[in-house]
C-alpha cells in the first residue's frame, strides 16, 4: 500500500505564500500523475493543480496565477507553491497520485488557514 504525507499547511495571513510539500512511500511520485486537491464544507472537491507522468501541469481557475506545482524527482517529492493566498483557500488539501490520474492513494490532508 502507498502510503502519501502532505506537508506544510499552517496559518497565513491574505496576501501571503505557503509551500505545501507530497511525498509518498516508493518512488512513484517521480512516474506517476500527482494532484493536490480541496475540499470546503458542503462543497464539491476541487482539483486545484495536477501534474502528469509527463510533466505537463493544469490548474483550476481559482488559482490559476497563483498556485505552481512542480515536481522534484531527486526527492520524490511533489510540491505546490501557494502565493497570495486568500481568506477562500483556507481548506484542507490532500495530495493524490496514481499511474494516470491522481486518484489512486490519497494523503490524510494537510490544513491552511488565510487570515484576512
Known amino acids: 500500500q502507498v502510503q502519501v504525507v502532505e506537508s506544510g499547511g499552517g496559518l497565513v495571513q491574505a496576501g501571503g505564500s505557503l509551500r505545501l510539500s507530497c511525498e509518498a512511500s516508493g518512488r512513484i511520485l517521480r512516474i506517476n500523475a500527482v494532484g493536490w486537491s480541496r475540499q470546503a464544507p458542503g462543497k464539491q472537491r476541487e482539483l486545484v493543480a495536477a501534474i502528469s507522468r509527463g510533466g505537463s501541469t493544469n490548474y483550476a481557475d481559482s488559482v490559476k496565477g497563483r498556485f505552481t506545482i512542480s515536481r522534484d524527482n531527486a526527492k520524490n517529492t511533489v510540491y505546490l507553491q501557494m502565493n497570495s493566498l486568500k481568506p477562500e483557500d483556507t481548506v484542507v488539501y490532500y495530495c493524490?497520485?496514481?499511474?494516470?490520474?491522481?486518484?489512486?492513494?490519497w494523503g490524510k490532508g494537510t490544513l491552511v488557514t488565510v487570515s484576512s
Open positions: 493524490a497520485t496514481g499511474r494516470d490520474s491522481p486518484v489512486d492513494f
